[in-house]
């Protein structure tokens, strides 16, 4: 690994933990997680997908609102323990599955991508046969 990527990424590292030391004193302070030190009730379960463009908290921003399951593509069947777990256990009243435009995996998984490491081609196993249907769907109706 090349010194500046090195640099780069020991910079970034320290610049996120003093981050979060500022937020956990202020939000420590300000009370923020008094009401869920003991438990946590979420008002939603939310299958999101990791790309960091997409927030659960353009939704919701109140701390312990939103259970959070995020991967690529939003994919459900790989996560079927963390959604059992938000509804099942946390009883939220709704699941959801949050999408985006212009989703990289979901782009991804229409071309080839034997170069890719074997786990990420393994996730956008379980998105392809969704976008084909899509695909055949958008055909039919001349999109």
Known sequence: MEQAT????VSTLQNKLEYNTTYAKSATKAGKYDHI???QHP???????????????A???EIGKVFSIKNIGNRVDPNLGSIE?????????ILMVL????????HASTKDVSGEHYRIIRSLEF?????AEVQKLLIKKGG
């Open 37 to 39: 030190l003991d438990s």
């Open 85 to 93: 777990y938000g509804v099942g256990h946390l009883h939220t009243p």
């Open 59 to 61: 939704l919701d921003d």
């Open 6 to 9: 090195v640099d780069k990424s």
């Open 43 to 57: 008002d939603v379960t939310i299958v999101s997908c990791s790309d960091s463009r997409v927030l659960e908290r």
């Open 99 to 106: 999408g985006h435009t212009g989703c990289g995996a979901v």
């Open 127 to 131: 998105i392809k046969p969704t976008v």
